[in-house]
């Protein structure tokens, strides 16, 4: 069975911009999760989808959005870009068969940098 | 709100050695408990998860981790370090709810090196 894929792999922006990017689930899997790991902050949660709604946000301004498609594909968009942003961004798939004990699975990430 | 308490962002030891990464959480109702490893430029790869029953939990790679109430810890072991153990581990906890909060909250996270 196919992993977590994450599109791109790496990104570079300017400040101001926007940027989407892209995870596709393991097959089955109806719930992603996105997380942003830096240096200073570690990883910390962004926000879950299941069945294309927003379950549960961490606490990121509102420039962070997300979507979950029927196919259960997942973008996270960032507007506004700013230099804090430059992260690498996880996302993870899980089956939420049985809430939060389910194994969460993670891509490779995408690696943002904002100049 | 949940926190986790890795003591030691860098440990390092000699191959063949005792693996011993700490890990502590705070909450009054025992969360759910994990540990990740991540090699460098990769993702995150569960070694092992404490939901009920059994305190000591055995993982992937021959890692394994005590869940102790009473410590509030859930620290991680392996008897003899391999030098493919080298990575950054990082333990996280769900708190427990009925209403299935999937968000993990990870700890700053250690960095293992393997000296040969």
């Known amino acids: 069975k196919a992993g977590v894929t994450q599109t791109p792999r790496y990104l570079i922006k300017t400040r101001g911009q926007q940027v989407t990017l892209s995870c596709s689930p393991i097959s089955g899997h109806r719930s992603v999760s996105w997380y942003q790991q830096t240096p200073g902050q570690g990883l910390q949660f962004l926000f879950e989808y299941f069945s294309e709604t927003q379950r549960n946000k961490g606490n990121f301004p509102g420039r962070f959005s997300g979507r979950q498609f029927s196919n259960s594909r997942s973008e996270m968009n960032v507007s506004t870009l700013e230099l804090g942003d430059s992260a690498l961004y996880l996302c993870?798939?899980?089956?939420?068969?049985?809430?939060?004990?389910?194994?969460?699975?993670f891509g490779p990430g995408t690696r943002l940098t904002v100049l | 709100a949940q926190s986790v308490t890795q003591l030691g962002s860098h440990v390092s030891v000699s191959e063949g050695a005792l693996v011993l990464l700490r890990c502590n959480y705070s909450?009054?109702?025992?969360?759910?408990l994990f540990w990740y490893v991540q090699y460098p430029n990769q993702g995150l790869q569960l070694l092992l998860k404490?939901?009920?029953?059994?305190?000591l939990v055995k993982g992937i790679n021959g890692f394994e981790a005590e869940f102790k109430k009473s410590e509030t810890s859930f620290h991680l072991t392996k008897p003899s370090a391999h030098m493919s153990d080298a990575a950054e581990y990082f333990c996280a906890v769900i708190p427990y709810s009925g209403a299935g909060s999937y968000q993990l909250t990870f700890g700053k996270g250690t960095k293992l090196s393997v000296i040969p």
């Open positions: 909450s009054s109702v025992p969360p759910y």
């Open positions: 404490y939901t009920t029953g059994a305190t």
């Open positions: 993870a798939s899980s089956q939420r068969a049985d809430t939060s004990t389910d194994t969460q699975y």
